[in-house]
């Protein structure tokens, strides 16, 4: 009950009230509650309204929750939960942010992947986008549609996007021919058109070598037929 009110506190305030003492000395008592979910629930109203006054103990319970994330033997529900929470501290936990690209990368449950994308794409920082591009490769099939459909749906995360494609970052065949054909067919006129060069320059080399193919096989169909010939492969085989 305590961790869900945190939770619900957490996510329904809005501004900060004044930092007082009874308020630290509150705050305090949660962060170093014996309960580990309730001492995660309380950080990121610390880490709003008095992360100064509390630095050491936003310090532990932030170390503690990186490293939980990386916990292999903790529930899917349990790491997830803790990303989230991450998430929202990443500013004042350095490491919080790239324990959560880490986790990405480190061949968890398409699930988990699945829940922490989703988290990611409540945001809006393009520097998180950047980093999401980096492990598309890398998840899950289900997770890497969810991911696609978070780096698609603003310009400034399609942007990046394009840019990981640009770089080699992403092959364009990870993709998919609907979701090329999304980026082509963006909003956003900018992103719709650095897509179309990308794509159109990415096709180039397949192109030509097709082209070369197809021209290969017109100049020797085109080439007079040997009668005797054909007429003894189908006595042969007829």
């Given at each position: 009950l305590k961790v869900s009110m945190l939770n619900a506190l957490a996510a329904a305030?809005?501004?900060?009230?004044?930092?007082?003492?009874?308020?630290?000395?509150?705050?305090?008592?949660?962060?170093?509650?014996?309960?580990?979910?309730?001492?995660?629930?309380?950080?990121?109203?610390?880490?709003?309204?008095?992360?100064?006054?509390?630095?050491?103990?936003v310090k532990s319970v932030g170390a503690?929750?990186?490293?939980?994330?990386?916990?292999k033997v903790q529930t899917d529900d349990a790491r997830a939960e803790i990303a989230t929470t991450l998430l929202t501290v990443r500013a004042t936990v350095p490491a919080a942010q790239a324990s959560l690209f880490t986790l990405l990368a480190s061949g968890a449950s398409a699930g988990l992947q699945t829940r922490v994308v989703e988290a990611l794409g409540e945001q809006t920082d393009a520097a998180l986008a950047t980093e999401l591009a980096k492990v598309l490769p890398k998840l899950a099939g289900e997770a890497q549609s969810v991911a696609l459909n978070q780096l698609l749906k603003r310009t400034t995360w399609a942007t990046a996007l394009l840019t990981a494609l640009e770089t080699d970052v992403v092959p364009p065949a990870l993709l998919g021919p609907a979701n090329i054909h999304r980026l082509r067919m963006h909003p956003d006129l900018a992103v719709s058109q650095r897509a179309n060069v990308l794509m159109d320059k990415l096709r180039g080399p397949a192109a030509k070598e097709k082209a070369d193919l197809i021209a290969k096989f017109i100049s020797e169909v085109q080439k007079p037929g040997n009668a005797a010939k054909g007429k003894e492969l189908f006595t042969l085989n007829c």
């Open positions: 305030s809005k501004g900060n009230p004044p930092a007082s003492a009874p308020l630290s000395a509150a705050l305090k008592t949660l962060l170093t509650s014996a309960n580990p979910r309730v001492a995660a629930a309380a950080l990121p109203l610390a880490v709003r309204w008095d992360a100064n006054a509390l630095a050491n103990e503690s929750l990186v490293a939980k994330l990386a916990d």
